[in-house]
């Protein structure tokens, strides 16, 4: 005799709410800067739909993103906007394990890359809980102005206004973190493009240091003469080199064939540069690089 197997209305809530759990994890990230911090709220956002169950909920998505951003606008006032983590990237310190396993389906591949793209340009520590809302829901994920104005609880004008302040704050601070030496860094790679060893001297300090951060551990190369070689050795007409702040500083995200493979960040003092620090670990950019950075 065939067993009936049914679903109960838990398991249905569970498997629905489970359908939404990658866009609320890319949102809360978004907004704390943290991926523990951004699981937190997501699971506080499904004890709050356990609670108050299915019933008056006329569509999941929408009622999720609420509560879940409301969690976070929550937290975010009681902490600081920035707690324990710049969002924007840091050599060294990406994750290891993948942020939703390697089973990661294209449309969570989007989410992601929605979710933390702007963080290799932008630092949000600038704006205020309002703002960062206002820009990540509009600008990123692209959610109407009147909803992201339900969830403040403010008008439509005022939450347009918001993510207004928040562009141009971003905009001011990508400048003044780029200005002084992003020439130099484009410089250096158009130099490596061309083989250009005298060039590169030209603008490497005598005893700048090479940083590097491979799979197979830490290598690091000091001098002028030393470095210039090496990164000449390794021109590549496949690669292509992508404008990004790395650590606060004008740096680089460096792709193969579209899959991103190494990020670069420069110290630079009078011009000249003393330090590159680099991070080659194309699973690990994988899980943070944008989509549309190929």
């Known amino acids: 005799m065939r067993r009936i197997v049914t679903v109960t209305d838990e398991e249905e809530l569970a498997a629905a709410f489970e359908a939404q759990r990658s866009y609320l994890h890319a949102i809360a990230f978004r907004l704390l800067?943290?991926?523990?911090?951004?699981?937190?709220?997501?699971?506080?956002?499904?004890?709050?739909?356990?609670?108050?169950?299915?019933?008056?909920?006329?569509?999941?998505?929408?009622?999720?993103?609420?509560?879940?951003?409301?969690?976070?606008?929550?937290?975010?006032?009681?902490?600081?906007?920035?707690?324990?983590q710049p969002l924007e990237l840091e050599v060294g310190m990406l994750p290891r394990e993948a942020v939703w396993g390697s089973g990661t389906d294209p449309e969570e591949e989007v989410l992601l890359a929605e979710s933390v793209g702007l963080a290799l340009y932008v630092v949000m520590d600038a704006l205020t809980p309002a703002e960062?809302?206002?820009?990540?829901?509009?600008?990123?994920?692209?959610?109407?102005?009147?909803?992201?104005?339900?969830?403040?609880?403010?008008?439509?004008?005022a939450t347009?206004?918001?993510?207004?302040?928040?562009?141009?704050?971003?905009?001011?601070r990508v400048a003044a973190a780029d200005a002084a030496g992003r020439e130099v860094v484009d410089a250096f790679f158009e130099a490596v493009g061309k083989g250009d060893v005298?060039?590169?001297?030209?603008?490497?300090?005598?005893?700048?240091?090479?940083?590097?951060?491979?799979?197979?551990?830490?290598?690091?190369?000091?001098?002028?003469?030393?470095?210039?070689?090496?990164a000449t050795?390794?021109?590549?007409a496949d690669a292509r080199m992508h404008p990004?702040?790395?650590?606060?500083?004008?740096?680089?995200?460096?792709?193969?064939?579209?899959?991103?493979?190494?990020?670069?960040?420069?110290?630079?003092?009078?011009?000249?540069?003393t330090v590159i620090g680099s991070m080659t670990d194309p699973a690990r950019l994988g899980q943070i690089v944008p989509a549309w950075v190929e």
């Open 244 to 273: 990004a702040l790395v650590d606060g500083a004008p740096g680089a995200v460096i792709t193969f064939g579209g899959r991103p493979a190494t990020v670069v960040a420069f110290t630079i003092v009078d011009g000249l540069i």
């Open 198 to 230: 005298a060039r590169l001297l030209t603008m490497l300090a005598p005893d700048v240091e090479l940083r590097a951060q491979t799979p197979g551990g830490a290598v690091t190369i000091r001098g002028a003469r030393n470095i210039a070689g090496q």
């Open 160 to 172: 347009k206004m918001l993510a207004s302040r928040a562009r141009g704050r971003l905009r001011t």
């Open 233 to 236: 050795l390794f021109r590549n």
């Open 132 to 157: 960062r809302v206002a820009f990540v829901l509009h600008d990123v994920f692209e959610v109407p102005f009147d909803g992201v104005a339900a969830i403040l609880g403010r008008s439509t004008a």
């Open 33 to 84: 800067g943290s991926h523990a911090d951004a699981d937190d709220a997501v699971q506080e956002a499904w004890l709050r739909l356990v609670r108050n169950g299915a019933d008056g909920i006329g569509e999941l998505r929408g009622w999720l993103t609420t509560v879940t951003v409301r969690i976070c606008l929550d937290a975010l006032r009681r902490h600081g906007v920035r707690r324990e």
